[in-house]
Nanobody, 128 residues
Framework: QVHLDESGGGLVQAGGSLSLSCAASERTFSNYAMGWFRQAPGKEREFVSVIGPSGTIYYADSVKGRFTISRDYGKHTVFLQMNSLNPEDTAVYYC??????????????????????WGQGTQVTVSS
């Protein structure tokens, strides 16, 4: 059974930093896009950032310049370094894996239904 093990959430003050990680249970996940979505209280789930199998990176405009996504292919793990956090970043962050035989692009990267595996989510709370 596929499993995504997320860690790194927590409580931080505005302006602070947190780092999330997500380890996939299958080594083949290193061949697929991995990344993060988030859902704030009372809001719809939204795209945050994804890194493709060849290293192509996509960010939501709201996090560009503050968040950095990276991956360790050998450990089939994806990371999200979050800096300059603000209360609007408060949300449950979900790790995602996209296991498709066609390329990810700037249009489909933001669609929830493009992702085949989801983690359970990790809470990030930013206090003002």
């Amino acid at each position: 059974q596929v499993h995504l093990d997320e860690s790194g959430g927590g409580l931080v003050q505005a302006g602070g930093s947190l780092s999330l990680s997500c380890a996939a249970s299958e080594r083949t996940f290193s061949n697929y896009a991995m990344g993060w979505f988030r859902q704030a209280p009372g809001k719809e789930r939204e795209f945050v950032s994804v890194i493709g199998p060849s290293g192509t990176i996509y960010y939501a405009d709201s996090v560009k310049g503050r968040f950095t996504i990276s991956r360790d292919y050998g450990k089939h793990t994806v990371f999200l370094q979050m800096n300059s956090l603000n209360p609007e970043d408060t949300a449950v962050y979900y790790c995602v894996v996209r296991r498709r035989n066609y390329l990810i692009n700037v249009i489909n990267v933001r669609r929830e239904n493009e992702y085949d595996y989801w983690g359970q989510g990790t809470q990030v709370t930013v206090s003002s």
